[in-house]
């Protein structure tokens, strides 16, 4: 079976600070993808990064960074230079075989100006 | 737009009715995903298709919920005999052949049964 798991109901963080949303997982399988999604008020899942388990580089997307620790079974989000507009829930999300996807109970991220 | 579409975006019933949502995929995108998801929650898998193949579908589904892709392009996802903790938004997502690709996500359609 496959768990993601977010530990973080709600974070704060100040307006241009950096800020890093946990996501930890657990599968036995060797070949899987990790996902994280951003869920403003208006409820439309936004798809921000994605890292793939044999990749060595963590992934990259502009402000978006995703710090993979294979060993510990981490794959924490980081946003630099945060912005008002990035206030909203943050889910991450994993899958091994493109059939099921499994997302955690997000984490509520709130910019302060 | 070329997004995930749903309709109709709410629904509001009373206990018992049925109820029907279409969603329409990324028109290249052949596979397709339904979920569930309550306040505070994240979303919860329904049920996946691969083209027109109805390939996956989750033990917490009940056998009054059913979904159909007929063509491999729309699908629609059907609750009968509705009842109150179905209330929910039901969000549906497509996503490129590729196993481990990320989906897309359309707006959902949020369910209040009275």
């Known amino acids: 079976a496959q768990k993601i798991t977010q530990t973080q109901p709600g974070m704060f963080v100040q307006e241009k600070e950096a800020v890093t949303l946990d996501c930890t997982y657990d599968?036995?399988?060797?070949?899987?993808?990790l996902f994280w999604y951003k869920q403003p008020s208006s409820g439309e899942m936004i798809f921000l990064i994605y890292?793939?388990?044999?990749?060595?580089q963590n992934a990259t997307e502009g402000r978006y960074s995703l710090n993979f620790q294979k060993a510990r079974k981490s794959a924490n989000l980081v946003i630099s230079a945060s912005q008002l507009g990035d206030s909203a829930m943050y889910f991450c999300?994993?899958?091994?075989?493109?059939?099921?996807?499994?997302f955690g109970t997000g984490t509520s991220l709130t910019v302060i100006p | 737009d070329t997004g995930v579409s749903q309709d109709p975006r709410h629904k509001i019933t009373k206990r018992g009715q049925n109820v029907t949502f279409r969603c329409d995929p990324i028109?290249?995108?052949?596979?397709l995903y339904w979920y569930r998801q309550t306040l505070g929650q994240g979303p919860e898998f329904l049920t996946y298709?691969?083209?027109?193949?109805?390939?996956?579908k989750s033990r917490l589904l009940s056998d009054r919920f059913s979904a159909e892709r007929p063509k491999g392009s729309f699908s629609t996802l059907e609750i009968q005999r509705t009842e109150q903790g179905d209330s929910a938004m039901y969000l549906c997502?497509?996503?490129?052949?590729?196993?481990?690709?990320?989906?897309?996500f359309g707006p959902g359609t949020r369910l209040t049964v009275t």
């Open positions: 298709f691969q083209n027109e193949a109805q390939l996956e």
């Open positions: 599968t036995s399988d060797q070949s899987y993808g």
């Open positions: 890292q793939g388990s044999y990749d060595e």
């Open positions: 997502a497509s996503s490129l052949g590729l196993a481990l690709h990320e989906q897309y």
């Open positions: 028109s290249e995108h052949n596979r």
């Open positions: 999300a994993m899958t091994s075989t493109g059939n099921q996807f499994y």
